[in-house]
């Protein structure tokens, strides 16, 4: 499978607790996205890296999220202190640097959280 | 204005009809766009992009873009109950023409 892969696929935390998600982007992929989802709402975005430089957060992404992509290939997203409203689906994507066709950008088949 | 406005539906077409989607976008989104489709509990999947002015076809679904109209559109032709899902319109982002803006969603509901 030469796809988006995210793990875990579900994770139950409770309130609280920390939890940490990873993804492997497409392997000639250089920018890997992090979105969130929630019920009856589109993906929202919360960060990117273009290798292994964060360029860009949203005003979305408190301080208790932080993400990591340190060698510029799998990528981590950390919640800690977990709180209810961080339940959602985490949805990681990645595309390539080029334009239009060439940067189009594919989901991996998301990391269920629910904190309880 | 949203980045990205679509009208969350449901909208019900009958087997074989075709299936009308519409998306509005602002200045803030680039000239790229692209049509996901969404299965209930599952990730979105592309469908089709669009970059330039008009129509591009690809099997029974049409993307149309209208930039002067600031409007986006998918049409689905021979609708199929398979077809029952979310479908998200999505923008480039103008400032780093990197990241996507989503719109909330059209549920749309294929009937027999």
């Known amino acids: 499978d030469t796809g988006v892969s995210q793990d875990p696929r579900h994770k139950i935390t409770k309130r609280g607790q920390n939890v940490t998600f990873r993804c492997d982007p497409i392997s000639e992929h250089n920018r890997l996205y992090w979105y969130r989802q929630t019920l009856g709402q589109g993906p929202e975005f919360l960060t990117y890296?273009?290798?292994?430089?964060?360029?860009?957060k949203s005003r979305l992404l408190s301080d208790r999220f932080s993400a990591e992509r340190p060698k510029g290939s799998f990528s981590t997203l950390e919640i800690q202190r977990t709180e209810q409203g961080d339940s959602a689906m985490y949805l990681c994507?990645?595309?390539?640097?080029?334009?239009?066709?060439?940067?189009?950008?594919?989901f991996g088949e998301g990391s269920w959280l629910t904190v309880v | 204005q949203k980045e990205v406005e679509q009208n969350s539906g449901p909208l019900s077409v009958p087997e074989g009809a075709i299936a009308s989607l519409n998306c509005t976008y602002s200045d803030r989104v680039s000239q790229s766009f692209f049509w996901y489709r969404q299965y209930s509990g599952k990730s979105p999947e592309l469908i089709m992009s669009?970059?330039?002015?008009g129509d591009k076809e690809d099997g029974r679904f049409t993307a149309q873009l209208n930039k002067a109209s600031q409007y986006v559109s998918l049409l689905i032709r021979d609708s199929q109950p398979s077809d029952s899902a979310t479908y998200l319109c999505?923008?480039?982002?103008?400032?780093?023409?990197?990241?996507?803006?989503f719109g909330t969603g059209t549920r749309l509901q294929v009937t027999l």
């Open positions: 994507a990645s595309s390539s640097q080029g334009t239009n066709s060439g940067n189009t950008i594919y």
């Open positions: 669009i970059y330039s002015n």
């Open positions: 890296f273009q290798n292994e430089a964060q360029l860009e």
């Open positions: 999505a923008g480039r982002d103008t400032g780093t023409a990197s990241k996507l803006t």
